[in-house]
């Protein structure tokens, strides 16, 4: 008889244990909050010319598992970001003209997951122009802040410009203090090999120059080279 009641306490024991832990695991499952999808953009138009003139107006699909987005609007001139918070799908923030700007939406929920989408340029004119400069030049390779060892080294970079039909020329600056010394003039494609044999922190920049003779910087990008 004793041997019957130590066995129902163990068996009892056992279902207790076995309840117990599909509990957490339920819980567990329902705190598993999932990653939110990136926001495909709409409007304005990648690389296109903005003419609203009070406010532009950005729009983006709405992605699933998202609760609310962040739009940032960077003025690609002085590098000045704006960062407005909406749960909408779109949103008018009021922008100074006559500047190129760019713009990116994070995704966001609960979670500590975010996803970003694409980033797309526009040009604010407030008014058609005849000519528009270039988008400020994306720096490629090497990437900010990369170590490289000394050697052959491949600078690359990519640009655009609302006005298919321009030509283009770049000047490349690269030195050791602050990207001040032109090594290229006139230089007409985005990718250049250039020998590099001492070490140190090396910064450089693009100038980017349309056949109309209006430019843009690509601000600077530093990478540093090791023996």
């Not at 008018?92 to 700007?101: D, H, M």
């Not at 980033?119 to 008014?127: A, D």
Request: glycine fraction near 4%.
């Amino acid at each position: 008889m004793k041997n019957i009641i130590i066995k129902s306490f163990l068996i009892i024991s056992l279902l207790l244990i076995s309840c117990s832990g599909g509990n957490d695991n339920s819980i567990s499952e329902e705190n598993n909050i999932p990653e939110p999808e990136g926001a495909i953009l709409s409007k304005p138009a990648n690389n296109s010319e903005c003419l609203e003139v009070e406010a532009v107006q950005f729009e983006w699909n709405t992605s699933k598992n998202t609760t609310s987005y962040d739009i940032e609007v960077k003025n690609l001139s002085n590098d000045i970001t704006i960062t407005q918070t909406t749960t909408s799908n779109s949103v008018e923030i009021s922008l100074e003209k006559g500047f190129p700007y760019s713009w990116q939406i994070i995704s966001k929920n609960e979670g500590s997951v975010t996803k970003t989408s694409s980033t797309w340029k526009f040009y604010l004119s407030g008014t058609p122009l005849k000519n528009h400069a270039p988008f400020p030049a994306e720096i490629i390779t090497p990437k900010p802040g990369e170590t490289i060892i000394k050697g052959n080294i491949e600078l690359s970079w990519t640009f655009s410009d609302i006005d298919s039909s321009d030509t283009h020329t770049f000047e490349i600056y690269l030195d050791n203090q602050n990207a001040s010394t032109k090594i290229e003039s006139d230089y007409s494609t985005t990718k250049k090999s250039i020998s590099l044999n001492q070490s140190g922190t090396y910064y450089w920049r693009i100038v980017t120059k349309d056949n109309h003779g209006s430019t843009s910087n690509s601000g600077i990008s530093s990478f540093i080279i090791i023996d």
